[in-house]
Structures are given as C-alpha cells and as structure tokens.
C-alpha cells in the first residue's frame, strides 16, 4: 500500500503545493481544509491521489474524528505534516487575550493535538515521520509578529524534544522555517516592500511554495535526519 500522508492546512499556499508535489510521486494525501472548501475540492479533482477532510484542528474532538476516518479508511498514517497555520501583525501592546490564544490554538496547539492524536498508531508500527511547518521568525523573532514568533518557536522545540523521544521508535521529526514565500499569507506586502525585502536576500528573490515542497519530499524518503529546523530563505538569515 502507498505511504499515507496527513497534510494539514492543505487548501492553499505552502500545504496545497505539498499536496501535489507528493501526490506526484505517488503517495496517498488526505488534505485537510476547514474553511476552504472549494479550493480544497478543486485540488481532489486536480490529483488522483488526494482525499480531502474538513476539521478544524485547533479543536481536539474534530482532529480525533479526522484521524479515525483515516485510520478506517487506509488502516495507517505514516507521515503527518503540520502545515495549518494563521499570522496578524499587530504591536505586541495592542495583542490582546483573544489574539493570543487564537494564535496558540491556531498555529502551537492544533500540532500537538494532531500529533498526538497521530502518533499512538506510528509507535505501534515502529515508523513514521512528522514535519512541522514553522517560520524564519522562530528562529529570529519578527517585529509586530510576536505571539506568531512565540508560536513557531514552539513548533521548533516541539520538533527538537519529540525527536529526542521517538528515535528508539523509528519515528523522525524535522521542521521547515520558510522565510519569505509568495503566498496569501504575505499578500498584505506592498510592492515596495517586497523589492526593500528583496534587496535583503542574498538571492534577491522571493521563494516559491514549490522550494518548500521539495523540502518536503526529500525529509519523507530521508532516513536519518531528525531533530533539524531547516530554514529555506534564501540566505535571508545565516546562522
């Protein structure tokens, strides 16, 4: 049987180019989608191999119900990549209470949830991989993105301690910190500021989703690289 891959956020941008880009090589996706459903539809009729799923992952009760169609379905989930994900740019002064557990149950929590709703069924199988879609802003901070950056930091240490614990289980996990990618989520860049960014990068270019995409591919056919936040940004940030 195919590899079984749950993608979440996968409707557009950086998820939905993950989707195809594996569903090419032949793996067996089940995007999730919560609010865009006809992106997410449209993606399904594209590729022969995507199933889609709608759930909100920031709530546990529609992740454990997403996970069980899938575990009824195809028997297994072999690779989990946590792709959902929301941003807002506001001073760290004007957050408010609302902003930041929107934020954490949107971008921290519905990872852990998922993860954990995932794993019991890699450890029984002894096999697996988990990819986290973080940020360069977790690594390096972002100005007006504050509680973002606190929420992809996490995602990396996440990343770091579950790969620690689930080696002797045969199971990998590695994040990828994208820096500037042309998606919806940086549309709010006019295009001065986007040549000033430009300016920037040593490669002096924006990123496509499809550089995070090969990414991807590569950490899900790798078999001994685990524990590792690689930042794809086009030398934007060297550390």
Not at 47 to 53: A, E, F
Not at 140 to 161: F, N, Q, W
Request: include cysteine; charge should be neutral; glycine fraction near 8%.
């Amino acid at each position: 049987m195919n590899k079984i891959v749950l993608i979440t956020g996968a409707s557009r941008g950086i998820g939905r180019e993950i989707a195809k880009t594996l569903d090419q090589k032949g793996y067996q996706i089940i995007a999730n989608y919560n609010k865009s459903q006809e992106q997410a539809q449209k993606l399904k009729e594209e590729n022969k191999n995507i199933d889609i799923y709608k759930a909100d992952v920031s709530k546990r009760e529609e992740v454990h119900r997403m996970v069980q169609y899938i575990i009824e379905k195809y028997h297994k989930i072999d690779i989990l990549i946590n792709n959902a994900g929301i941003s807002e740019s506001k001073l760290f002064t004007d957050v408010t209470d609302q902003d930041w557990y929107q934020m954490i149950n949107n971008n921290l929590y519905s990872a852990f949830c998922t993860t954990q709703e995932v794993l019991p069924y890699m450890i029984r199988k002894k096999e697996g991989c988990v990819i986290n879609i973080s940020s360069i802003w977790g690594i390096v901070g972002s100005s007006c993105e504050t509680i973002y950056s606190i929420t992809k930091a996490g995602l990396d240490a996440m990343t770091k301690s579950l790969a620690k614990e689930l080696g002797p289980s045969n199971i990998r996990v590695n994040s990828i910190a994208p820096g500037m990618i042309d998606t919806d989520m940086n549309k709010i860049y006019g295009k001065n500021e986007i040549e000033n960014i430009k300016e920037g990068i040593p490669l002096e270019k924006i990123g496509k989703t499809i550089d995070i995409a090969k990414c991807v591919s590569w950490l899900v056919e790798d078999e001994y690289t685990t524990g590792q936040v690689i930042s794809i940004n086009g030398g934007w940030v060297i550390i």
